[in-house]
């Protein structure tokens, strides 16, 4: 992933506009990307990681040219924390 980094902070900007997602954090690691994210509800939430995941595979696709198609199998791991403290 750190390798195509820009193309992958523009899936994550765009995906966000769209659903009203606000990203206050991220952090693009070799195969993983962790965020701190505020979300208006988890329907948004739904539909902003099923739309992002997607948009990554499909640029990390063409870009590499390796069919990505069954990268992202499971529902990304969820970590619900409160405003505060724990934020």
Same mark, same amino acid.
């Not at 506009?17 to 329907?43: C, E, M, P, Q, T």
């Given at each position: 992933?750190?390798?195509?980094?820009?193309?992958?902070?523009?899936? /994550?900007?765009?995906?966000?506009?769209? #659903?009203?997602? @606000?990203? #206050?954090?991220?952090? /693009? +690691?070799?195969?993983? /990307?962790?965020?701190?994210?505020?979300?208006? +509800?988890?329907?948004? #939430? +739904?539909?902003?990681?099923?739309?992002?995941?997607?948009? /990554?595979?499909?640029?990390?696709?063409?870009? *590499?040219?390796?069919?990505?198609?069954?990268?992202? *199998?499971?529902?990304? #791991? *969820?970590?619900?924390?409160?405003?505060? @403290?724990?934020?």
């Amino acid at each position: 992933f750190v390798s195509h980094r820009s193309a992958i902070e523009k899936c /994550i900007l765009k995906a966000s506009k769209k #659903y009203g997602v @606000k990203v #206050y954090d991220k952090a /693009i +690691n070799f195969d993983h /990307i962790h965020f701190v994210i505020r979300l208006s +509800n988890l329907k948004s #939430y +739904n539909a902003w990681v099923r739309v992002l995941t997607s948009e /990554i595979v499909t640029v990390l696709s063409q870009r *590499t040219r390796i069919k990505l198609k069954e990268f992202f *199998t499971h529902r990304p #791991y *969820t970590k619900i924390i409160e405003w505060g @403290k724990q934020f």
